[in-house]
T-cell receptor, first 116, second 108 residues
């Protein structure tokens, strides 16, 4: 178990292109979260999954954003028709609340998106 | 989440204890206090959490006042590697909401 893995670590794209980020959580963790972080700000919640079910989406998650966790294991976050305002660090975190009894999230290193 | 208030920044000397305050005066009875930190260009890292009692682990100690309206994170012997943004969160929800945190700079 090497923790939460995110790929790619860095992505530079042109405005209007689609990008996809992947997150591999800790294997026994049933909850998976996506956050977005812009420079100088704390991470902002985007969405979360309990196993394969997406249980909540933030207002920040516009219709250009879609997240999936098809088999309750890895997750993908896709951004369609990227805009310069999408430039940010996208963070994934996982949790097994049954084990910890509290919100002790393990975060990945993040995927940094730059939209030109 | 209950609103938390933290200083924007603070400095501390290497080898000395770093005491990071957090105010959460509207915390409810079932909300935990969590501390995370984020070293530059990395994801946030869990440090410690508590409900009512003081807590200690290998990284830090958490002191929660009796009325639970404030807490202090103590890094007993700060090192240069402790330079980071420290986030205090009061929460009993399925997701954590991060504020701007305290930027802690440990100086040699």
């Amino acid at each position: 178990d090497t923790g939460v893995s995110q790929n790619p670590r860095h992505k530079i794209t042109k405005r209007g292109q689609n990008v996809t980020f992947r997150c591999d959580p800790i294997s026994e963790h049933n909850r998976l979260y996506w956050y977005r972080q812009t420079l100088g700000q704390g991470p902002e919640f985007l969405t979360y999954f309990q196993n394969e079910a997406q249980l909540e989406k933030s207002r920040l998650l516009s219709d250009r954003f879609s997240a999936e966790r098809p088999k309750g294991s890895f997750s993908t976050l896709e951004i369609q028709r990227t805009e310069q305002g999408d430039s940010a660090m996208y963070l994934c975190a996982s949790l097994n609340r049954a084990l910890s009894g509290a919100n002790v999230l393990t975060f990945g290193a993040g995927s940094r998106l730059t939209v030109l | 989440d209950a609103k938390t208030t933290q200083p924007t920044s603070m400095d501390c000397a290497e080898g000395r204890a770093a005491n990071l305050p957090c105010n959460h005066s509207t915390i409810s009875g079932n909300e935990y206090v969590y501390w995370y930190r984020q070293i530059h260009s990395q994801g946030p890292q869990y440090i410690i959490h508590g409900l009512k009692n003081n807590e200690t682990n290998e990284m830090a100690s958490l002191i929660i006042t009796e009325d639970r309206k404030s807490s202090t994170l103590i890094l007993p012997h700060a090192t240069l590697r402790d330079t980071a943004v420290y986030y205090c969160i009061a929460n009993n929800d399925y997701k954590l909401s991060f504020g701007a945190g305290t930027t802690v700079t440990v100086r040699a």
